[in-house]
């Protein structure tokens, strides 16, 4: 009952209560995947190979998403108006996850690009050359492949194993195709394989690069790292010393193995069972840490 003229008593409003807000816990897990599945796809394959300058401006592009956010989170702060910044804020919880993806996307594709994917399209681009007998066969006559299969009885001479150290020991040894009990040694060494830290030039000799000697198709990947050509070259120059030997002039080095086809296209296996492996594993961590964020994500009602 009120007093006679007592103003009439007003009640507060009453706050409403915050309630999660389900679509914007489901952008705050999907749009930092979509994100980190865009970039970490066009790092990884083919058209990162075949389209370079392009694929590096849509990666920059997918940045606009996550600066657009911290615009967005700016202007509030900025806007006098705006209060929605002094409570739990959407857009600052997802202008964090999706720079995070965009970082680890990055990263990720960059990764799978050098460790899988690069290696597997260079040795694409170049020929592949079977049943070479080192016998018969001088080593400019292979500049541009990208995988050699020897013929059969073909094996590394470990006997004329050879090691240079600078910090690591980079090994050779040369690879020969057998031309039985009487055959003579070859007048040039044209094809050797190579490695690093993994042999032993000393008695007993041993040289442990790649896959060891067997029965099987005998074949290499030709050397794509430029920066261990001197190195290789001061190895063999030892070994012609050593062993009393001669080099071709342009010796082919390979990182020997057995059946090189296989092994590339295990290669490109390899690298998109990673490229989705990391996806997956994006997708969980970005739904566990919407968890934390779920306070970010609730509407007023």
């Known amino acids: 009952m009120e007093a006679y003229g007592a103003a009439p008593l007003q009640s507060k409003p009453v706050p409403g209560r915050w309630r999660l807000n389900r679509v914007a816990m ?23 190979y075949k389209h370079t300058v392009p694929v590096l401006v849509l990666v920059a592009a997918c940045l606009l998403v996550p600066l657009g956010m911290w615009y967005r989170v700016w202007h509030q702060q900025q806007d006098s108006t705006d209060i929605s910044h002094r409570e739990p804020n959407w857009f600052f919880f997802l202008a964090i996850v999706s720079s995070v993806a965009w970082l680890a996307g990055v990263v990720v594709g960059l990764y799978t690009w050098s460790a899988y994917m690069q290696p597997y399209f260079e040795a ?29 009885r073909t094996d590394v001479n470990e006997s004329l194993t050879m090691g240079y150290k600078d910090g690591n020991l980079y090994c050779v040894a040369p690879i ?35 896959e060891p000697n067997d029965d099987q198709v005998r074949g290499g990947f030709r050397l794509t790292d430029t920066s261990l050509v001197p190195q290789y070259r001061k190895a063999i120059q030892m070994a012609q010393e050593e062993y009393h030997i001669r080099s071709g002039a342009n010796p ?3 990182h020997w193995t057995g059946d090189p086809v296989k092994k590339t296209e295990q290669q490109f296996r390899d690298g998109e069972a990673a490229f989705w492996k990391f996806c997956w594993v994006f ?17 007023r009602v």
């Open 252 to 254: 082919i080095f390979l």
């Open 283 to 299: 997708l969980a961590v970005s739904a566990v840490l919407a968890l934390p964020g779920q306070d970010t994500l609730k509407r």
């Open 26 to 48: 489901l952008e705050a897990v999907l749009v930092p995947w979509a994100i980190f599945l865009c970039v970490s796809w066009l790092l990884t394959f083919s058209i990162h």
């Open 176 to 210: 020969v195709t057998s031309g039985g009990v009487n055959a003579t040694a070859p007048a040039f060494f044209e094809f050797w394989a190579v490695g690093v830290n993994c042999c032993d030039p000393f008695e007993p000799k041993l040289f442990a690069c790649g």
């Open 124 to 152: 694409e681009s170049l020929a592949m050359i079977t049943n070479v007998d080192t016998r018969k066969a001088s080593g400019g006559q292979f500049l541009d492949m990208g995988a050699l299969e020897f013929a059969p």
